[in-house]
């Protein structure tokens, strides 16, 4: 398969970096220091299950430059450049594109297909913890190893199946989804609680849900999510709260989500479309949000950096 990996970070990385492993044509979209150490070094991810080293990579910051287009592209690039990146694949979507979207939070499948169409884009969830630990070189830290994607639409279509067994044959679990809308808010009621406990209290995963008083607002908060899920007509799996604080206890000690990173670094955060948009449907639903309201009156202030 003919591969763009649109935002090569963590996530992209981590994933496109299997693929090359195993053979498909893969070319990198990223930017800054991280993109020139590409060009020269290659990528180089590590981690405790072992490290792929590739040498030489196809990377790029500008989509248009690689001509043709491609088969699939991984969106993993931050929320808040979402339209701005889709504008930038025009060149390389053909009719048969698929764009997986392997973004934090809900709602960016249905911006991307704004932009380039809702038969293009298949929303997507990854499940890995990884980073940009210097340029050209990203580190994952923990055992997670797995994405869930499929059709806008519900239907579990062939390429979605091909696009599976291409990721389960290159390393990876990829499952696909007949409902990716559920399967999205299944993983937002963590994601989003994890990624404002984490950025408020500048504390890892491991001290927050091991201190009984932490535990018991992240436990809240994820039922803000779940009633809000249940508002917008999502039909999520009834026990996914009990799930998501079981899986807390298997975090790393030191592990933190991505935008408490970004934070510490005084980047933008996408905390807008994170406990923002768990606060704003939560008003324009009647649905009573007062802690992921709170965490975004914390957070507003540092959307853009600094």
Known sequence: MRIVVMGAGGVGGYFGAYLAQAGHDVAFVARGAHLEAMRRDGLRLEGSRGDIVLPKVTATEDPATLGGTADVILFAVKLYDTETAGVTLMPIVGPETMVVTLQNGVDGPDRLAQVLGARTVLGGAAYVSALIAEPGVVRYTSDMSRIVFGELDGRVSERATRLAEACVAAGFAADVSADIRATLWEKFVLLATNAALTSVLRKPAGEIYHDAELSGIARSMMEEVAALA????????????????ALTRSFPPGMYASMYHDLARGRRIEAESLSGLVSRLGRARGVPVPLHTMAWAALKPWVNGG
């Open 230 to 245: 249940a508002a917008e007509g999502i039909a999520i799996n009834p026990d996914t709260v009990e799930r998501s604080i």
